[in-house]
């Protein structure tokens, strides 16, 4: 099991850049999969992006590439996100979940743990 804490939402202007923080604790072993998404209302959970904890092999959603990075610092055992240039369509509730085996993939149901989640919003 393992538990996950998101941080460092809040409001933003347009053009504007956010970096959240997922701290894992628990039992995460060597190789797993840890990834962003979001979920704004009325609306599917989107998945963001992806890092496996080993190879730090990287993996995103097309409406971020090139806006938003996934890194991870193993030592602090804390996923995070840097989003630049935002967007109003960015707004939604972000999500950090972990998955057991170290490989990328998309899907919610394809994680085991999931974070509280932390509101961002983009003003125009």
């Known amino acids: 099991q393992v538990q996950l804490v998101e941080s460092g939402g809040g409001l933003v202007q347009a053009g504007g850049s956010l970096r959240l923080s997922c701290a894992a604790s628990?039992?995460?072993?060597?190789?797993?999969?840890m990834g962003w998404f979001r979920q704004a209302p009325g609306k599917e959970r989107e998945f963001v992006a992806g890092i496996t904890s080993s190879e730090g092999i990287t993996d995103y959603g097309d409406s971020v590439k090139g806006r938003f990075t996934i890194s991870r610092d193993s030592a602090k055992n804390t996923v995070y996100l840097q989003m630049n240039s935002l967007r109003p369509e960015d707004t939604a509730v972000y999500y950090c979940a972990h998955g057991d085996l170290g490989y990328l993939r998309r899907r919610p149901d394809e994680y085991d743990d999931w974070g509280q989640g932390t509101q961002v919003t983009v003003s125009s």
């Open positions: 628990g039992r995460t072993f060597s190789s797993f999969v």
